[in-house]
Structure formats: C-alpha cells, structure tokens
C-alpha cells in the first residue's frame, strides 16, 4: 500500500488513496477498541444493503493502524453543493431520502444514542449543573432501534459516477430515533453550510419521515452537548449557543 496520496486529514486519522483503496491510518493514540468499532460499524451497514466502501482489512503499516476500504470514486454532495448551484435542490432531496433509507435499517450490538450522550456528557467538564440538567432532561427521550449514522452530512456522501449514494465515515454510528440522527444533521448543516440550508434540510427530513420539526428540535441541546464536551475551542463556541 501506497500512503502518499493523502485525500484527508483529521485530528485522530489522516486518509490516503491508492489506486482502488482507500487507506484510514490511524494516529498511534487512537484505541484499537476504536479502530475494529469503526470497522465493525462499516460491515454492518454493508450487511444491511446500504452502499459502503466495502472493507478489506485492518492491518499495521508503517507503524500505524490502518483501516484498508474501496475507494469511493466520485465527488462528495458538499464539492457538488459548491460547484453545482443548479443541482442544489435535487442534491437535498436525494441527501434525504438516502438518511431515511439509512433509519429504515436496525442491527442488534450496536451503541444507543442515549446512551452515548449520557457517558459523553457525565464523563466531560462542562459545570456539573448544566450536566445535572442534561442528563435529567434525557431520561424522558424515546430508546430506539433504528440504524443511525451519527454523522450525516454532505462531506461523508459521495455520488458515485454510476450515481450511486455512498455513505463513508461510519464511526459514529448507534441505534436510536430518527429525530435523534436529524438534529446531528441539522446541527453539522447549520455549521457548514449555513442555517438557511440547514431548515431546509430540515422540512424536508420531516416531510419524508413520520416526524416533526419540534421532535426533531428537542434533541439538539444533548447532541450539540455532546460535540462540545469532545470539541475544539471553536466546536464549543458553535455548539454551546444550543445548551448553555
């Protein structure tokens, strides 16, 4: 493998294309644990018929873990939402369904999203009233089993040349409600693309799905908690106006 064509880089992970593969070397902090989970979380939404970069292994290279998947070919929907105003509202609509194709699909063993917002929250060091307050305004959310991303956004959905969706970056993945992965969306659009995008996405969301805008609502204090208490300075800065 070939790690010299980097495509990405995150604060955990940098990302290299070579040839048909796409190679996810890990930084020597990260947690086994963490590694075989996301691969783990990619096998399952493959086995349940989404289109994944199939997996091919988890193998040490150059003294680094790595995550070896198909290369996605194609040009993610937020490279198409910049470069292509005119297909700005077709690139929603399918952004869309695709997400309530995802929540249609349920897999046993998986995290729920309850129950990654509690151990988030009770573990970080926001000031013990606003987690006091958090977790006693979560114990009333709906459980659910419903397949959820966890991080759906236009960065992590490429369309393929044949027009196939395919959906990467499966390492926040749980079980839960709908509403829950909607406000994570809404959240992540609000900040990188903007808030007029973002209720658009959505009205749209709770058009397709069994759903309101105010149940949606209800769940972005817990989600936009939880990527403050892992975030940056300015992670904090955007998601603390939704809970503080």
Same mark, same amino acid.
């Given at each position: ?5 980097? =495509? ?25 644990? %963490? =590694? ?37 070919? /194609? ?5 198409? %939402? ?34 990654? =917002? ?44 044949? /027009? ?13 409600? /709908? ?33 309101? =805008? %105010? ?23 955007? %998601? /603390?106006?939704?809970?503080?």
């Amino acid at each position: 493998m070939n790690l010299d064509r980097i =495509i990405a880089v995150r604060n955990d992970k940098t990302v290299y294309h070579d040839g048909n593969l796409s190679i996810k070397a890990f930084r020597n902090s990260v947690p086994m644990s %963490y =590694i075989l989970k996301e691969a783990f979380f990619l096998s399952v939404a493959a086995e349940v018929g989404l289109d994944v970069p199939a997996l091919h292994s988890v193998v040490e290279q150059d003294g680094r873990w790595t995550l070896v998947s198909d290369y996605a070919k /194609g040009r993610a929907l937020d490279q198409l %939402y910049a470069q292509v105003p005119t297909r700005r509202s077709g690139l929603l609509d399918a952004f869309v369904d695709l997400q309530v194709r995802i929540h249609t699909k349920t897999y046993c063993g998986l995290p729920s999203t309850k129950g990654l =917002i509690r151990a988030t929250v009770d573990g970080s060091t926001l000031p013990s009233s606003v987690k006091l307050a958090l977790l006693r305004n979560l114990e009333p959310m709906p459980e659910g089993d419903q397949l959820c991303h966890g991080d759906f956004t236009l960065s992590n959905v490429v369309e393929a040349d044949d /027009g196939r969706l395919f959906t990467l970056d499966w390492s926040k993945a749980c079980l839960g409600v /709908g509403d829950d992965d909607a406000a994570m969306t809404y959240l992540l659009l609000t900040r990188t693309v903007g808030e007029d995008f973002a209720r658009e996405y959505l009205e749209d969301y709770c058009r397709k799905s069994p759903t309101t =805008i %105010y149940a949606v609502n209800k769940w972005v204090p817990f989600l936009a908690a939880m990527r403050y208490a892992v975030g940056n300075r300015m992670d904090r800065e955007f %998601y /603390g106006r939704y809970f503080l």
